[in-house]
């Protein structure tokens, strides 16, 4: 805490997970700060923990009783200094200003790892989709975007999906703001094949945090094959995830939901997954449904308030877990170095608390920081802009093997920054400092803006 500007913390004391997240980066850029006056003579903390803009609305809509129902919509444009802001829209009942700062903030420094001209940004709404009809999920959307689309465009600000946000939610959206601009721009990413989007961008965070769990693993002179892992979550990223850790030779034995999660000890093959895809992104059911179709594997109910979660009990030697914020806690992290992990790959955006990413990095495991692990998504969303600027869509291999190269690249960015900066294989200190410094760089030959 010592390290955050007191401006913020005074400012903002009831934004934990948003304190949370500056704290992760303040921490591990102190030697920067030391070693480089101008930052602190330019006052960049200060102002990299200040959101350039902030944007709250009323979303209201009808449901299929009629009857007005009224949410409430945000976008968070954190920082501009090296693109347009960039970064997803959760639409969960839990979201607020400080969910969606710190998925912002981290979206800074993630989208800057990437090498791509990105700004960060996050944005949703306390909306939710689960439960509600297509008609339903239409007109919220609608609403949304008829404010939104102020505020957005494909060199300001372009959003993407998050928890909550699919195909579905991006093409309502989409079709809402090319009727109130007439324009057909790449203004969100995640569009459908048919209509501008690129292949791969649904598996891309999923496949990136493979490969970067892949990279990690090499450097011990290791793979993933024949690895036992756990994943958490069943949307997009739990469901990339898993198809890439299948393809790579792993076994995978868990997935979840926010009702509870199954363990499947035989292994949860190519048609299991099909079975949970068409569950999660058709059918909109249950996990525990998993257990009704393949009676050999148990399916245990959360338990919500308890200080550790029974997922993170089972024996595995990889962890991905790719649902949401702080589902990895202080007891799950003893949990889990007790049955040996070696190797805690975040797909989720934030998924460990500060507690237990300390517990792994001292006990020397393999721990990547979402903002490096997951950051293939948003990768992928630059290529889809880019596809969409020149009019073209590349195959799938090529953008696959672009997301590769620049997973690759990221790995080695953070080892080279920790190396740099006296911590040596520490992926959270070499991750937040390359991000930073990037920023902070561009920043101070933007002037005082
Ligand atoms: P989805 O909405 O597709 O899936 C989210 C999954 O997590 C669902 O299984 C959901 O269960 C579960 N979940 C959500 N909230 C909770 C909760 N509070 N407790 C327990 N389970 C929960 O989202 P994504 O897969 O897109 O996103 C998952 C994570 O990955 C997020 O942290 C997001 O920020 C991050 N991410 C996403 C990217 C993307 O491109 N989509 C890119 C990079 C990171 P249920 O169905 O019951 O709600």
Request: proline fraction near 4%; charged fraction near 20%.
């Amino acid at each position: 805490m010592t390290d955050i500007p007191q401006l913020t913390l005074a400012r903002d004391p009831h934004e934990n997970e948003f304190i949370q997240a500056v704290s992760d980066v303040m921490t591990s850029v102190r030697p920067v700060l030391e070693k480089t006056p101008e930052y602190r003579h330019h006052s960049i903390v200060e102002r990299i923990v200040e959101p350039e803009r902030v944007i709250t609305f009323r979303v209201p809509w009808i449901d299929d009783m009629g009857q007005v129902r009224v949410n409430r919509g945000f976008r968070v444009e954190m920082n501009s200094a090296i693109g347009p802001y960039k970064g997803g829209l959760r639409f969960h009942p839990s979201v607020n200003q400080s969910i969606l700062k710190f998925l912002a903030f981290e979206h800074v420094f993630k989208n800057a790892l990437t090498t791509l001209p990105l700004g960060g940004g996050a944005g949703g709404t306390d909306f939710d989709p689960k439960g509600k009809s297509d008609g339903e999920v239409m007109r919220f959307c609608q609403s949304f975007m008829a404010e939104l689309f102020r505020h957005i465009g494909a060199n300001t600000d372009v959003p993407e999906g998050d928890i909550g946000v699919g195909s579905r939610e991006i093409g309502y959206l989409f079709g809402m703001y090319r009727k109130l601009k007439n324009k057909f721009t790449g203004v969100l990413t995640g569009k459908g094949l048919g209509w501008g989007g690129s292949l791969i961008r649904p598996e891309a965070a999923g496949f990136g945090c493979v490969y970067f769990a892949a990279q990690m693993l090499a450097t011990r002179n290791d793979a993933l094959s024949g690895k036992t892992c756990l994943v958490s979550g069943s949307g997009n990223v739990a469901q990339a995830t898993t198809r890439k850790l299948i393809e790579m030779g792993a076994k995978v034995v868990t997935l979840s939901d926010s009702s509870g999660h199954i363990y499947d000890e035989a292994g949860i093959d190519a048609e299991k997954l099909a079975f949970v895809s068409r569950l999660k992104n058709i059918r909109r059911g249950r996990l525990s449904e998993y257990a009704d179709q393949y009676p050999h594997a148990v399916y245990a109910p959360a338990a919500p308030g308890q200080a550790s979660n029974p997922l993170w009990r089972h024996r595995a030697q990889c962890v991905f877990p790719c649902a949401t914020q702080n589902e990895i806690r202080k007891a799950d992290a003893y949990h889990l170095i007790n049955n040996n992990v070696k190797l805690v790959c975040e797909g989720a955006s934030m998924p460990c608390t500060a507690d237990a990413r300390y517990i792994f990095i001292d006990k020397g495991i393999l721990y990547a920081p979402s903002k490096a692990a997951n950051a293939g998504g948003v990768a992928v969303s630059g290529l889809e802009l880019t596809q969409n600027s020149i009019r073209l869509t590349w195959l799938g291999e090529e953008v696959d093997n672009r997301l590769k190269i620049i997973m690759k690249g990221l790995h080695d960015t953070c080892l080279a920054a920790a190396d740099a900066y006296g911590s040596p294989g520490n992926y959270l200190v070499g991750a937040n400092i390359a991000g930073f410094i990037k920023v902070a760089d561009s920043m101070l030959d933007q002037g005082i803006i």
